[in-house]
């Protein structure tokens, strides 16, 4: 009953949605609009039926489980993947990590008629999500076609969990359709309990992100900007948002007044916002290169304005700083620049990532700014002090070091679930 009611709503909410989907972000940007009977369940016919569907929500996700992905392929050859995404950019970043060697579409909105008809098409063997993209119809409908349902790397805030709790019927019945679930820690595992999953279902298995690795070809350009930027101090803003860029751009004029040489090289976290920032800077008195075109020596900005490339650019840099934490937004992942032992800075909102941060600053690999002028006071220290930047560095990258073996923890859980 209490799924009958959550679908009607959906149902009379999905012109709305719609609207956004469509007119909304696909007027910023115009992947949105492709493939959108793919919103609907429609399943291109060249989809290979009968195999295992993995869901990864956005890029970051892809990113995170690309290690993984490549490690089922390796254990289950005969098998064929389909990966599934919300968003434009999440469907570019698995053509460019998997290329033909897996079926790509989006998921349907969780309308009942869309999931079921994806699901029936299908048929899959198993169905393996991301973190927290828990969907009521989609996990009934596999489970009505026997299909097990995993959720690895799984993480539930307290704040996240405050809001299932609120639905508790729903959550439940949610609950009862998860077979096996690997999550971030002990912490994260009992919130699912509380929420209605058995006991025995849950392992704790670490976050996967912690087992990034940065690939030869990402060397190589890392590399060869190296060469082209040259010997200048360098920091890093990845992943920033409306009104953060703004922040980002005044601590960087702030940081020029003590290091006229310094660059700063920014990353927005949506491909929708490279040109509202080019424009920022336009407003500015500083001078820009944009990665997507040549590269002007002494320019004080370089905007990352392409796709798929922040991993392997924070190796660039004596000091980064990850966005989406000086806007109350969560944060985004720290690990990414700990990978290349670059030290980490980040605004106070980080509950996106409380299973990663706390360990990251006990280990004195991370610090807080509050603000912009703590922001640029931060990044004037590390840049006039090697010594200490490539301290934070080394501690980050061993507190991932520490922490990775959750992608051979979460495949036993996976194999497990075969088994049965």
């Not at 009942?112 to 119809?137: D, G, H, S, Y």
């Not at 006039?384 to 922490?403: F, I, P, T, W």
Request: glycine share 6%; with cysteine.
């Amino acid at each position: 009953m209490t799924r009958f009611v959550y679908s009607l709503l959906l149902l009379v909410l999905s012109p709305l949605i719609t609207l956004y989907l469509y007119q909304i972000r696909g007027k910023k940007n115009a992947g949105y609009r492709a493939h959108f009977s793919e919103r609907f369940g429609h399943v291109d016919s060249t989809i290979t039926t009968n195999g295992f569907i993995i869901h990864c929500a956005s890029v970051g996700e892809v990113l995170a489980a690309s290690p993984l992905i490549k490690r089922l392929q390796s254990t289950y050859p005969a098998e064929r993947f389909l990966v599934t995404c919300n968003t434009p950019t999440g469907r570019e970043e698995i053509q460019k990590q998997f290329g033909d060697s897996v079926d790509v579409c989006y998921l349907p909105l969780d309308l009942a008629f869309a999931t079921r008809k994806f699901i029936k098409k299908l048929k899959p063997k198993l169905l393996i999500v991301l973190e927290t993209e828990l969907w009521p119809n989609l996990f009934h409908y596999a489970k009505q076609q026997n299909c097990p349902v995993a959720v690895v790397n799984a993480r539930l805030s307290e704040k996240s969990f405050q809001g299932y709790k609120r639905f508790a019927a729903l959550s439940r019945g949610l609950m009862a359709h998860i077979d096996a679930l690997a999550s971030h820690n002990e912490e994260d595992g009992a919130r699912f309990v509380a929420l209605g999953l058995e006991k025995t279902r849950v392992q704790s298995t670490g976050s996967i992100k912690f087992d990034i690795q940065i690939e030869d070809s990402d060397k190589s350009k890392l590399t060869a900007l190296q060469t082209l930027i040259g010997n200048r101090p360098i920091w890093i803003a990845g992943s920033t948002h409306p009104k953060e860029h703004e922040q980002v751009i005044a601590a960087h004029q702030l940081v020029l007044s003590t290091h006229p040489n310094a660059l700063l090289i920014i990353a927005p976290r949506h491909p929708e916002q490279f040109e509202p920032v080019a424009s920022l800077l336009t407003q500015t008195n500083l001078t820009v290169s944009r990665r997507s075109e040549h590269y002007t020596a002494h320019s004080h900005v370089l905007l990352a304005d392409t796709l798929g490339e922040l991993k392997f650019l924070y190796g660039c840099a004596d000091i980064a700083f990850v966005g989406g934490s000086l806007i109350e937004r969560g944060g985004h992942n720290p690990l990414e620049a700990a990978a290349s032992a670059v030290g980490v800075l980040s605004g106070p909102s980080i509950y996106n990532f409380s299973h990663i941060y706390p360990e990251l600053m006990a280990m004195k690999g991370a610090n807080i700014c509050q603000n912009t002028d703590q922001l640029a006071e931060q990044v004037t220290h590390y840049l006039s002090d090697s010594a200490d930047a490539r301290k934070l560095g080394e501690n980050a990258h061993q507190c991932l070091a520490k922490n990775q073996g959750a992608i051979d923890h979460t495949l036993k859980v996976i194999d497990s679930l075969l088994e049965q």
